[in-house]
């Protein structure tokens, strides 16, 4: 693997592309606190 980074060009990643593609991460995981769950879903497990 250390030889390929001598035949392929390797750049590691700039802020100025980690900071969109972490926005956009992120941005797809704001509904998840927003959902409403069902009542019955959140009663106590019967026994």
């Known amino acids: 693997?250390?030889?390929?980074?001598?035949?392929?060009?390797?750049?590691?990643?700039?802020?100025?592309?980690?900071?969109?593609?972490?926005?956009?991460?992120?941005?797809s995981e704001v509904p998840i606190p927003l959902d409403h769950v069902d009542e019955s879903r959140l009663a106590p497990p019967h026994e």
């Open 1 to 27: 693997m250390a030889g390929a980074t001598l035949v392929i060009a390797f750049l590691p990643m700039l802020p100025v592309r980690i900071l969109p593609i972490n926005f956009l991460s992120d941005l």
